[in-house]
Nanobody, 126 residues
Framework: VQLQAFGGGLVQAGGSLRLSCAAS????????MGWFRQAPGKEREFVAA???????????YYDDSVKGRFTISRDIAKNTVYLQMNSLKPEDTAVYYC?????????????????WGQGTQVTVSS
């Protein structure tokens, strides 16, 4: 499975960006798809995740720091997951990574994810 994240950029505080993550290879609609971010000097942290098809498919999860501002969604036909980011703050500045997990766990732990994209830079100016 290969993941390619794009859509990052420079935006002023209060602005919006939409990140996309395109999956290719032996993907599955049942995979959990997640977004993580890593700011300079900090550890990578969970941002949002969405479950795959089947069972509680489509359920979404967010870190408290982005709840109400960010929305994760996926287009299974296009093998793409999106992260719509609104009301951006300078503290959202980070490299954003998409990831895929073949099994369902807490969805918040990096260790659960089997595949990672290369990251896309998001910079929010004050």
């Amino acid at each position: 499975v290969q993941l390619q994240a794009f859509g990052g950029g420079l935006v002023q505080a209060g602005g919006s960006l939409r990140l996309s993550c395109a999956a290719s290879g032996r993907t599955s609609s049942t995979y959990v798809m997640g977004w993580f971010r890593q700011a300079p000097g900090k550890e990578r942290e969970f941002v949002a995740a969405i479950r795959g098809s089947g069972g509680s498919g489509g359920s979404t999860y967010y870190d408290d720091s982005v709840k109400g501002r960010f929305t994760i969604s996926r287009d299974i036909a296009k093998n793409t997951v999106y992260l719509q980011m609104n009301s951006l703050k300078p503290e959202d500045t980070a490299v954003y990574y998409c990831a895929a997990a073949s099994t369902y766990g807490t969805v918040r732990s990096m260790r659960e994810y089997d595949y990672w994209g290369q990251g896309t830079q998001v910079t929010v100016s004050s």
